[in-house]
């Protein structure tokens, strides 16, 4: 039997030549929430296979065109996902086939991809590793020949708040001055017994999980979409990213992070801001973070911008 698809029936309607009621162009005309795999770099020198939500669209220049050719456009976006892995230059390609695809009607392609990237990420101290999730969306426009390719991720991280500690230790400072108020002398083997105990810990400052949203506009000339690298960046600075696999040493070591990194949202915004703005692949970004209270019933949140000469 043959795997070939068959001739297209001749005498099957189309309304696509008929008149057009209220003729003008089109910004755009597409598809969104496609389906599809794709392909992407796995941050160690390979790829690997993801399921993808795309979007892409083209715009519609002859006003007297009743639409795109859709079905066209899909099967394009399929073939070339096949051939092309998630690069800037793959990107290029898929755009300028969406635009070839439309035979005149269209001068720009723009597509959006949303997956998530899982990367495996290691204990603290311990030998154990697991694997991390984080929601990716890439933003590609080709027009007028340029290529526009924007990267948006989040990481979530610890943050405990610099003003809770402070009130912690006061409280732990009140509780020692207290319990030891009678003592003619001191012992570093009884200091050190004290603060073994429950005695030793009156109070503890609140922490919660938190999410940096972040967004780069590239500069296309780059080989690879620098995800990997930008998410390590974010991360190191953050100094407290969530972890995976844990083991007792692993959640000490973790403890202690956070008491290294106190952070008001202000604080880890400009962290983050002291990342993009140094790294010479963004033109431009945007970044809000967000933690998530423990004290309030509601959100801190923090917002920067900026671009890079």
């Keep these: 039997m043959s795997s070939l698809p068959s001739a297209p029936r001749a005498d099957l309607p189309d309304v696509a030549h008929h008149s057009v009621p209220l003729a003008r162009p089109l910004d755009w005309v597409g598809m969104d929430n496609i389906a599809l795999p794709i392909r992407i770099s796995d941050g160690a020198g390979g790829q690997m296979q993801v399921a993808a939500s795309i979007d892409l669209s083209v715009n519609l220049v002859n006003p007297d065109a009743r639409g795109i050719h859709m079905s066209r456009l899909y099967l394009q976006l399929q073939d070339g996902l096949a051939r092309e892995a998630i690069t800037p230059a793959g990107l290029r390609h898929l755009l300028q086939d969406g635009i070839a695809s439309q035979n005149g009607?269209?001068?720009?392609?723009?597509?959006?991809l949303r997956y998530e990237a899982l990367l495996q990420r290691r204990a603290l101290e311990s030998d154990y590793a697991g694997w991390k999730s984080y929601p990716v969306e890439i933003e590609a426009t080709l027009s007028d020949g340029h290529l526009h390719l924007a990267l948006s991720f989040a990481v979530e991280y610890s943050s405990t708040c610099p003003a809770s500690a402070a009130l912690s230790r006061q409280a732990n400072a009140e509780r020692f001055a207290d319990d030891f108020a009678a003592a003619t002398e001191l012992s570093v083997a009884g200091v050190h017994a004290w603060l073994a105990s429950e005695r030793g810990l009156a109070a503890t400052p609140h922490a919660q999980r938190s999410r940096a949203q972040i967004?780069?506009?590239?500069?296309?000339?780059?080989?690879?979409?620098p995800l990997v690298p930008l998410i390590d960046a974010i991360e190191a600075v953050l100094a407290t990213p969530v972890q995976t696999a844990v083991k007792r040493v692993d959640e000490q070591a973790f403890a202690r992070l956070n008491a290294e990194n106190l952070m008001f949202c202000e604080d880890a915004a400009r962290r983050v801001a002291s990342v993009l703005s140094s790294d010479a692949r963004i033109a431009r970004f945007?970044?809000?973070?967000a933690h998530y209270e423990s004290l309030h019933p509601h959100d801190a949140v923090a917002r920067v911008s900026g671009g890079n000469p």
Excluded: G, W
Excluded at 215 to 225: M, S, T
């Design 215 to 225: 967004r780069v506009e590239l500069r296309p000339q780059f080989d690879e979409l």
């Design 105 to 112: 009607l269209a001068s720009q392609a723009r597509l959006k």
């Design 286 to 289: 945007e970044a809000t973070v």
